[in-house]
């Protein structure tokens, strides 16, 4: 018998029972649709966690949770001090600032910084401009605002030139940062005000030391030396002994990058996991229903083997359904994964991420999963005394 | 050319049972059955002609004993040799019918041609179409059993035993199930059939007047041939058209 009607043959079974067929793929359809679903919601997390750390700043690190103050000098020397360095920046912040402007207000986080802290962030200006050496020698009232504080207080208006109202004090816009986006915590990256750090410590903190140095290099390869250097370097000026812990510590995009890495494996070992078990699951339900069909069929196979079918045949009819069954399941579990996982990412606006590979598996498991499952219910149909199989009741 | 279609000396077909129990169902048959016969096998229940009916018809194997059909010994044949053999040469007819329900008249018809190969799917249809018409269903070939009478249903049956013109055709109690009118229907068929295109016919029946339509008696009782004897005063028959 060719292929073609054993296909035939199967498809007409299946249909008989298609309301037993559906639910018997239900379990495939479940497991390789979320299957689809979670590789999808992975990659988009992936990029989109990946995107975030990048406005982090590359080849970036920062001191921070020093015990003992932060300085210029701190600045100063390490600039002089390590040539690998290619910007630095001090860094102070406040969470909470009461902004108002165009009759409106809101609160905002406040940077103290200096022009390189845009460049080791990779902070690009849609407007304006960035912070003049006068400005920030003279501690002048001049501020670069992210895109909300725009849009709260001036609406879709070019705010460069106008008055802000700063913690009590009037700030000049200067600039306009471009807009950043949400981070994954639905913290707003762009409800932020970037002043000169000496105005920050002059007019806002009244303290002249910082939270934090930010450093940049210019290739990836000479983080880790630099973070050793910074440890020496800070180590020596504050004055730690050997075996004692370090007073501060030392952050670097490189840290948050691996950290993504291990999320994401972690998510597809996860994945991997869930993967099997639905699969396996799937299969279960396939080779049971498979096993109640060939019992439920005896007299038919006895009627097949009486006319002419082969063991072969036999085999093969019930291995085409099984696989159809688990294939067709496949298919609609790939669509349906493919549906849930685009409403999901449209509304969390991640980007899509169209794996063809994912599909190809996810579409070869589960045809693998209907042979391996329904084999042994095939073999069981095909090894019928053809006697015995039209004797049964 | 052998002459003798079947050929069958002192077969045995013991089941046992228990350790100790066994089912001697046939002891020792002999029987030679000529190209063109039409027999019939008597005899009373249990007596083992279904037994013997599965041997011929290589569904079932004899525990002693030599089966040569039409020049092939059956000993000699495996699992899907046997399978093969009852595609191209045998047709069967049960007392249940055996159709694929929920299939229709026509697919059931197929089916043999099915497992034959090297035929196309339009010269199945055309073939299942022209036996169906033969044995006076046309125009039925979309129904399913369940819409057709236990006679039509024989009918649909003999038109699958049919369609793959084999040399002989088994019939274990073909009209078993049904009323003396279709039971006269169809032993008319098989009397046309054997005559008409001459296919030899072995039929298993407890009933003298069915019996009547063939031109051998074989009489069983417990696993022993007892009698084998021409039929004396045929019944005449003709195939009616409807
Ligand atoms: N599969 C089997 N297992 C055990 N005994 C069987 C089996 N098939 C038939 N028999 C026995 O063999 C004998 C002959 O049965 P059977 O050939 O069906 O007789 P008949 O068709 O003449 O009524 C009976 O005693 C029956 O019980
Ligand atoms: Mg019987």
Redesign the interface.
């Known amino acids: 018998?060719?292929f073609k009607?054993l296909f035939i043959?199967a498809l007409?079974a299946l249909n008989?029972n298609k309301m037993r067929s559906a639910l018997t793929s239900i379990g495939i359809i479940i497991g390789v649709s979320s299957v689809i679903m979670m590789i999808g919601i992975g990659n988009s997390a992936r990029i989109a966690v990946r995107e975030k750390i990048f406005t982090y700043g590359a080849n970036a690190m920062s001191v921070y949770d020093s015990k003992k103050p932060l300085t210029l000098r701190d600045v100063e020397n390490i600039d002089r001090l390590l040539p690998q360095v290619r910007y630095i920046s001090p860094f102070v912040y406040k969470s909470y600032v009461l902004t108002k402007g165009g009759g409106q207000f809101i609160y905002s986080r406040l940077y103290g910084v200096n022009n390189d802290f845009f460049k080791i962030k990779s902070w690009p200006l849609t407007n304006g401009r960035y912070f003049t050496e006068r400005e920030i020698a003279a501690s002048e009232k001049v501020v670069i605002i992210g895109n909300s504080v725009r849009t709260e207080l001036f609406g879709y208006t070019n705010p460069v030139g106008e008055v802000l109202n700063v913690d009590g004090l009037p700030f000049k816009i200067v600039g306009l940062l471009t807009e950043m986006g949400q981070a994954l915590s639905g913290r707003d990256f762009d409800n932020v005000l970037i002043v000169p750090h000496t105005t920050a410590a002059m007019k806002i903190m009244g303290k002249r030391t910082f939270d934090e140095i930010y450093v940049s290099t210019y290739s990836e390869t000479e983080i880790d030396e630099t973070v050793e250097q910074l440890k020496e370097y800070f180590r020596r000026t504050h004055v730690i002994l050997p075996g004692k812990m370090n007073d501060f510590k030392i952050k670097t995009s490189k840290e948050k990058l691996q950290m993504v890495k291990y999320i994401s494996n972690t998510l597809s070992i996860l994945l991997a996991g869930i993967a099997s078990i639905s699969l396996f699951v799937g299969g279960v339900g396939i080779m049971n229903i498979m096993l109640v069909s060939v019992s439920e069929r005896t007299?038919?196979i006895?009627?097949?083997?009486?006319?002419?079918?082969?063991?072969?045949?036999i085999l093969t009819q019930f291995l085409i359904e099984s696989v159809t069954l688990s294939g067709a399941g496949g298919i609609v579990g790939m669509l349906l994964g493919l549906g849930v996982y685009y409403l999901i990412i449209f509304f969390v606006d991640w980007p899509f991420i169209f794996s063809f590979f994912s599909i190809i598996v996810a579409f070869f498991f589960s045809c693998a999963v209907g042979i391996f499952f329904g084999y042994y219910p095939a073999r069981k149909a095909a090894d019928l005394?053809?006697?015995e199989a039209?004797r049964y009741e | 050319m052998v002459n003798n279609l079947i050929e069958i000396s002192d077969l045995y077909k013991i089941y046992p049972i228990s350790e100790e129990i066994s089912v001697h169902a046939l002891q020792g048959v002999s029987l030679s059955i000529k190209r063109g016969e039409f027999v019939s096998i008597m005899g009373a229940s249990g007596s083992g002609k279904s037994t013997f009916m599965n041997i011929l018809g290589f569904l079932d194997t004899p525990t002693t004993g030599r089966y040569v059909l039409d020049g092939i010994d059956g000993s000699t044949l495996n699992y899907d040799e046997k399978a093969e053999i009852r595609n191209r040469k045998i047709g069967f007819v049960f007392q249940g019918f055996n159709l694929l329900s929920r299939t229709s008249a026509i697919e059931n018809v197929e089916l043999p041609l099915l497992y034959m190969g090297g035929i196309t799917t339009r010269e199945m249809q055309d073939k299942a179409r022209k036996y169906l018409g033969m044995i006076g269903l046309a125009g039925r070939e979309h129904h399913h059993p369940s819409e057709l009478s236990g006679g039509e249903q024989q009918r649909v049956a003999i038109a699958r035993a049919l369609v793959n013109e084999p040399a002989i055709i088994f019939a274990d109690e073909p009209t078993g199930n049904l009323d003396t009118k279709n039971t006269e229907d169809i032993m008319n068929l098989f009397t046309s059939l054997n005559q008409d295109l001459g296919i030899t016919i072995i039929l298993v029946t407890h009933e003298p007047e069915v019996a009547e339509y063939t031109k051998r008696k074989v009489i069983f009782r417990d696993g022993h041939i007892i009698e084998d004897s021409p039929v004396k005063k045929r019944k005449k028959a003709g195939m009616k058209k409807r």
Not at chain 1, 302 to 313: E, F, H, N
């Open positions: 018998m060719n009607n043959t007409r008989r007299r038919e006895g009627i097949r083997m009486a006319i002419g079918a082969k063991r072969r045949d005394k053809p006697i039209l």
